[in-house]
């Protein structure tokens, strides 16, 4: 899959990504953004979350760190996105872990219209009420595969979902694609998928004519190569790891994302 100059289009463009993020690990979901070349701003008070999505290009929704008032906010800001046509990208984190958890993804799926999903297979899996049983990527037909909870979450609530994992899984419903960049030290840092959530953001903020489905795949693969590339850096572990993946972010090219993606079509 070409690039179609999607980090260039970024850089140039500087979208704004108003992220609702995981307080652990927002310092780091700021970095990304603004290494790949977004601009983050993360306001979370329900008296400014609309005035502010209405200044940004996307809007991230992150349910790490949830409590009842951020989840206002995250309605608020989410009913603004949709009232504007901006994308909406949900990360449903822990979100089969708890009672209140599982009620409030429901309560923002009843307000807020979602452009993505991504998160684990568990917690994907958990959206379309699946008690999930890790199966491998390979398990393409089969009940219950990453493949599978992903296409039926995406036909579900008529967006785009991603499924991370060893092989990330990108759908729309129809079309299925596999990205297998990465490296397993992403695994070692906190919040790498939040990271991800976040990068997505700023390849939907873009206008650059080409679909959304293919941003999202590539959104993944370029994450994916800056890990590769940050683990063979010399690193000693991860925490150097965590600050080259974010100056191997900031280098990125689209040159290098065509080159080094790889990404499959999966014929279902």
Do not use: Y
């Amino acid at each position: 899959m070409n690039s179609d100059h999607a980090i260039l289009h970024i850089k140039d463009q500087n979208p704004l990504v108003h992220t609702i993020t995981n307080q652990v690990v927002a310092n780091d979901v700021a970095n990304v953004l603004l290494a790949i070349g977004a601009s983050p701003i993360m306001a979370i008070a329900k008296e400014e979350v609309e005035e502010v999505t209405g200044m940004a290009e996307a809007l991230v929704i992150n349910m790490g760190t949830l409590t009842s008032d951020s989840l206002e906010s995250m309605i608020l800001a989410g009913r603004q996105a949709n009232a504007q046509g901006k994308p909406v990208i949900l990360d449903p984190v822990g979100v089969g872990a708890t009672t209140f958890r599982k009620k409030s993804a429901q309560k923002l799926f009843e307000n807020v219209d979602m452009t993505v999903i991504r998160g684990n297979a568990s917690e994907i899996a958990s959206l379309v009420g699946v008690s999930w049983q890790s199966k491998g990527v390979d398990s393409k037909d089969g009940a219950n595969s990453p493949i599978d909870v992903a296409v039926r979450l995406a036909e579900k609530r008529h967006c785009i979902v991603a499924v991370s994992g060893k092989t990330d899984i990108v759908t729309d419903g129809t079309r299925v694609f596999a990205v297998s960049n990465g490296d397993q030290l992403m695994a070692m840092i906190t919040g790498s998928g939040c990271m991800m959530s976040g990068i997505i953001g700023a390849f939907l903020g873009v206008v650059d004519g080409s679909d959304m489905l293919s941003r999202v795949v590539l959104a993944h693969a370029a994450f994916g190569i800056a890990g590769e590339w940050a683990a063979d850096s010399g690193i000693n572990g991860p925490g150097s790891f965590r600050a080259a993946l974010i100056d191997v972010l900031h280098s990125l090219s689209d040159d290098d994302l065509t080159k080094h993606a790889r990404i499959e079509r999966i014929i279902q």
